[in-house]
């Protein structure tokens, strides 16, 4: 009976946040994805159904990892009392300097899943639900940053801007892939030029930082 509690109590303790600590301790000890739920919730110590309560395949909770990677990101943001005297610039660049600061944290599982995921990661159905959370992000930024402009000739597209924010979003991630400088160094450059890039873009201000960002990853391809 004492070993039957004790299994109980585990299982009660169970929850979104650690099924995805399971997840990706197995894909990183293992090499690869679990086969079956089945296998997967045996060697852990728990049940089908209990997995079902979270997510309904691995494909969900691998979404799921992304969207909390991005939850998390937020919350951190939004826990400083700096944030939000933020103008929406600096608000995009530190929602990506956090964000890869969360990446980084998990290096090995992140570079693990998305190494056949192919170029751009254009195709990657796991991002899609981090896909929505960036640009649901980014409109609302653009939503506020509206409403205080007067003339109608001066709002900005929030479907353009959120659509550049998730393409450039997906650049970074590459390119912090490839980054082999101490403490990717030049992944925070590129982070800083490239969103420089896209509020000067909206500014009407380009081609100065589009030949600056340019420059910078003409450099970093040929290094």
Not at 160 to 186: C, G, H, R, T
Not at 218 to 223: D, G, Y
Request: with cysteine; charged share 30%.
């Amino acid at each position: 009976m004492a070993k039957v509690k004790q299994k109980t109590q585990s299982n009660n303790e169970l929850s979104k946040d650690r099924l995805i600590e399971l997840y990706m301790n197995y894909v990183l000890e293992n090499e690869e994805e679990p086969g079956t739920v089945y296998k997967f919730c045996k060697e852990n110590d728990i049940t089908e159904a209990e997995f079902y309560n979270f997510f309904g395949s691995f494909d969900g909770l691998k979404k799921g990892i992304w969207e909390r990677f991005f939850e998390h990101t937020l919350g951190v943001m939004q826990s400083s009392k700096e944030y939000m005297a933020f103008n929406n610039r600096e608000k995009m660049l530190t929602l990506y300097y956090t964000f890869f600061e969360m990446l980084t944290a998990n290096r090995s599982y992140v570079l693990f899943t998305l190494k056949n995921e192919g170029p751009m990661l254009k195709n990657a159905g796991q991002l899609k639900g981090l896909r929505k959370e960036v640009k649901n992000y980014t409109a609302e930024l653009i939503r506020q940053g509206n409403e205080e402009k007067q003339a109608k000739i001066l709002k900005r597209s929030e479907t353009i801007f959120s659509e550049a924010a998730w393409v450039q979003l997906m650049f970074l991630i590459k390119f912090w892939m490839d980054d082999n400088s101490p403490q990717f160094e030049s992944t925070d450059v590129a982070i800083e030029k490239s969103v420089n890039t896209v509020f000067d873009l909206f500014e009407n201000t380009p081609l100065e930082s589009v030949l600056d960002l340019g420059k910078f990853l003409w450099k970093e391809k040929m290094a």
